[in-house]
């Protein structure tokens, strides 16, 4: 990392951990809002006992198994949605109309219809990740330029040499921009639902601490779940730079 780039970061969060420090007891109550030590301790506490680790992986397990199902569906819907007229004029109605309402609205239909059981998280789950996903692949597909449509057909290139080859390379932009989206939607969509619905997990944790007035556990939660977020952004960036590579070079080839 930039020398630079590495002082500059760690230079904001020493300044956010600062201005917690300072307005815990002087603009809030330190009661609720406790000082970053006492969080540090309880934190080191509840990791030591295993329930940090309990529920961190149990939220975890629910946003791989959801964003992987999601992530696949909303590709293939996008796809479905931008090359196939009749599937654009069939799904793109009822897509515009859900599109509009957020996951946490659609915590109730889950429990009506798959009760506390995990299926229900899932659904939330899938559902905050296939909207973004659909949305931006369809708009990569769609904005693939015809100029490498013509040439490609112009070599003699088929149907599904011109999608595998030209049109799939250059909408990877756009689908990766839609996934990662769709990750931290996916974050967010089983947070709700385990506040609601839920014995374990992160969001879970922090709404039982805060029904016990358990401050310190409660921005344990908070921290531990801007963690996981950070950690699975980075390595999906990571995982992406390597695996996706070679599409990246071949799209900036035609440009």
Not at 172 to 201: D, H, K, N, Q, Y
Not at 204 to 229: A, D, V
Request: proline content about 6%; some cysteine.
């Amino acid at each position: 990392m930039n020398p630079r780039k590495f002082f500059l970061r760690t230079l904001s969060v020493a300044c956010a951990l600062a201005l917690w420090w300072l307005s815990s007891g002087t603009i809030f109550n330190p009661i609720l809002v406790p000082p970053p030590h006492k969080v540090a301790v309880n934190l080191w506490e509840m990791t030591a006992e295993g329930e940090i680790l309990f529920h961190a992986w149990a939220s975890l397990r629910r946003v791989i198994v959801g964003y992987a199902f999601g992530s696949v569906l909303g590709i293939l819907t996008g796809v479905a949605v931008a090359r196939i007229r009749i599937a654009e004029d069939m799904l793109e109605p009822p897509l515009q109309f859900v599109r509009n309402i957020t996951p946490v609205a659609i915590i109730p239909l889950a429990v009506n219809a798959f009760g506390l059981e995990e299926p229900s998280k899932y659904f939330v789950i899938i559902y905050s990740t296939i909207i973004p996903v659909v949305f931006n692949t369809a708009a990569g597909v769609a904005s693939t330029p015809q100029i490498r449509v013509r040439a490609a057909m112009c070599l003699g290139a088929g149907r599904w040499e011109i999608f595998a080859r030209v049109v799939l390379p250059s909408a990877w932009p756009f689908i990766l921009t839609g996934l990662r989206v769709a990750l931290g939607f996916a974050f967010m969509g089983v947070v709700a639902a385990e506040m609601i619905a839920a014995e374990s997990g992160v969001g879970y944790l922090i709404m039982q601490s805060r029904n016990m007035l358990l401050p310190e556990q409660m921005f344990s939660g908070l921290f531990l779940l801007g963690l996981i977020g950070l950690v699975t952004d980075r390595a999906f960036q990571f995982t992406i730079g390597r695996l996706m590579r070679r599409y990246m070079l071949q799209t900036a080839a035609f440009d």
